[in-house]
């Protein structure tokens, strides 16, 4: 009974974890078949549907900088007239909601004599739970890399997390996440 009343609390504290809003939330998937080894080189060949519309340039800047360190890191350099690989991106943001609530709980319990003796009683509770909502930005950013010789797809990486208000906050986490995005990528950065 004990292990129950303990694990409930738990349980909750974990999902909290998993869907707060500020954890990215990366996915990816790749083609099997597909030796990425021999991709020495990659063609940026833009953004999907002008999404990069919605960025500001320095923020623009900030995701192919951070984009270009990964490839590099991973043997790749840019060539933009024979490339062994072809990326697209695409981004797009959301307005989203957190709801958080909040119970307190007010009772009494108490010892008294009575008609039966000493014994413990119960009085009236009462619990008051609070709401609380607040607005956010959700950023979605996906990588899709292309074998330029075949214009199949052999890579594609998806991240979603919240947009830093602040643009220094944005100039120290789009290169976390874009390493944490590449994590999924099968060649591993060389040391």
């Given at each position: 009974?004990?292990?129950?009343?303990l694990q409930r609390p738990l349980l909750m504290l974990m999902m909290l974890g998993i869907f707060m809003p500020g954890a990215a939330q990366v996915k990816s998937d790749y083609d099997k078949?597909?030796?990425?080894?021999k991709f020495k080189s990659y063609k940026l060949e833009g953004w999907e549907r002008n999404s990069d519309q919605i960025l500001t340039p320095f923020d623009k800047e900030r995701i192919e900088t951070a984009l270009r360190h990964e490839l590099q890191v991973r043997g790749m350099a840019e060539d933009p007239t024979a490339p062994d690989a072809a990326i697209t991106l695409f981004i797009v943001v959301s307005k989203k909601t957190s709801t958080t609530a909040y119970t307190t709980y007010a009772g009494s319990m108490g010892y008294g004599y009575g008609r039966w003796?000493?014994?413990m009683g119960a009085g009236m509770g009462s619990s008051t739970t609070s709401f609380s909502e607040d607005d956010y930005l959700e950023g979605t950013f996906v990588v899709s890399m292309h074998d330029a010789s075949t214009k199949d797809l052999a890579w594609q990486g998806v991240i979603s997390s919240v947009v830093k208000e602040?643009?220094?906050k944005r100039e120290k986490s789009i290169p976390k996440k874009m390493k944490k995005l590449f994590k999924?990528?099968?060649?591993?950065?060389m040391k």
């Amino acid at each position: 009974m004990m292990n129950k009343i303990l694990q409930r609390p738990l349980l909750m504290l974990m999902m909290l974890g998993i869907f707060m809003p500020g954890a990215a939330q990366v996915k990816s998937d790749y083609d099997k078949t597909v030796d990425f080894s021999k991709f020495k080189s990659y063609k940026l060949e833009g953004w999907e549907r002008n999404s990069d519309q919605i960025l500001t340039p320095f923020d623009k800047e900030r995701i192919e900088t951070a984009l270009r360190h990964e490839l590099q890191v991973r043997g790749m350099a840019e060539d933009p007239t024979a490339p062994d690989a072809a990326i697209t991106l695409f981004i797009v943001v959301s307005k989203k909601t957190s709801t958080t609530a909040y119970t307190t709980y007010a009772g009494s319990m108490g010892y008294g004599y009575g008609r039966w003796g000493w014994g413990m009683g119960a009085g009236m509770g009462s619990s008051t739970t609070s709401f609380s909502e607040d607005d956010y930005l959700e950023g979605t950013f996906v990588v899709s890399m292309h074998d330029a010789s075949t214009k199949d797809l052999a890579w594609q990486g998806v991240i979603s997390s919240v947009v830093k208000e602040k643009p220094e906050k944005r100039e120290k986490s789009i290169p976390k996440k874009m390493k944490k995005l590449f994590k999924s990528y099968p060649i591993k950065p060389m040391k």
